[in-house]
């Protein structure tokens, strides 16, 4: 048995890094999941690789339009969803607040906070119609607080949006048996993330209390408790995971 049985799930910038572990651990789980991003290319080999549980879906996550295309297709190829991994998100240039480009701003806050608002707005009714769902919101640390090194005041505001989005929809459907938790990663071992510090545990790796990265499968183990029945009484919570970086 797994943890996911008769379970469908949406996972959005699911071709690569974290999102990629995710989909693969609730595959693993029993789950069926319909895989979205706009890497076409990483996300249909991801999908071919995990057979026949797994769609691949081109998905513009900040397109309300795209959102309701994606979870048409989903249901009808996979079934009811009833759980939705809100995973896309982009960093963004690293730059002070005042040199910070308005179109930037506005692209990144699409992308980790629109996004968010979009998917939940479009997968709560069929939620509802099941009796229930979970909802997972990919936040940061820099959601909790504003961390040395943040790269811009885009990622650091809709990181925090997403932390009240998830408590506010937590509250609001509650009723309906919906819960909404948002997931807060410090620094992982992403390709991007990789490149930033070296195998002995310095650059980045210094600054966290347990001096190293985290592994993508390490973040997918939390997701896959909230998506799961093992976390049947938690909801509108926040679940930090970095290795101890905002303790110290």
Do not use: C
């Amino acid at each position: 048995m797994g943890k996911l049985d008769g379970k469908v799930a949406i996972i959005t910038g699911a071709a690569q890094g974290m999102g990629k572990a995710h989909a693969r651990r609730f595959i693993s789980e029993g789950a069926k999941v319909a895989i979205t991003d706009l890497n076409v290319e990483g996300g249909q080999k991801l999908a071919d690789e995990l057979g026949e549980n797994a769609l691949f879906i081109k998905h513009d996550v900040t397109s309300l339009a795209d959102w309701a295309r994606v979870l048409e297709e989903a249901e009808s190829t996979l079934g009811t969803v009833t759980v939705l991994v809100n995973n896309a998100g982009i960093i963004g240039p690293v730059t002070p607040t005042v040199e910070l480009a308005e179109e930037d701003y506005l692209k990144v806050v699409a992308v980790n906070q629109h996004s968010q608002y979009y998917g939940m707005k479009t997968v709560i009714p069929s939620m509802q119609k099941a009796g229930g769902g979970a909802i997972v919101n990919i936040s940061s640390t820099a959601g909790m607080v504003s961390i040395v090194g943040a790269p811009n005041l885009a990622y650091v505001g809709s990181k925090f949006a997403s932390r009240g989005m998830t408590k506010h929809v937590a509250v609001q459907y509650g009723p309906d048996n919906i819960r909404v938790n948002s997931v807060h990663p410090g620094y992982i071992k992403t390709p991007m993330m990789a490149a930033a510090t070296d195998a002995e545990g310095g650059g980045i790796s210094a600054q966290v209390p347990l001096r190293r990265m985290a592994d993508p499968d390490e973040v997918s183990s939390l997701v896959l408790f909230l998506a799961s029945e093992d976390s049947s009484y938690i909801s509108g919570m926040e679940h930090v995971i970095d290795g101890g970086l905002t303790a110290s």
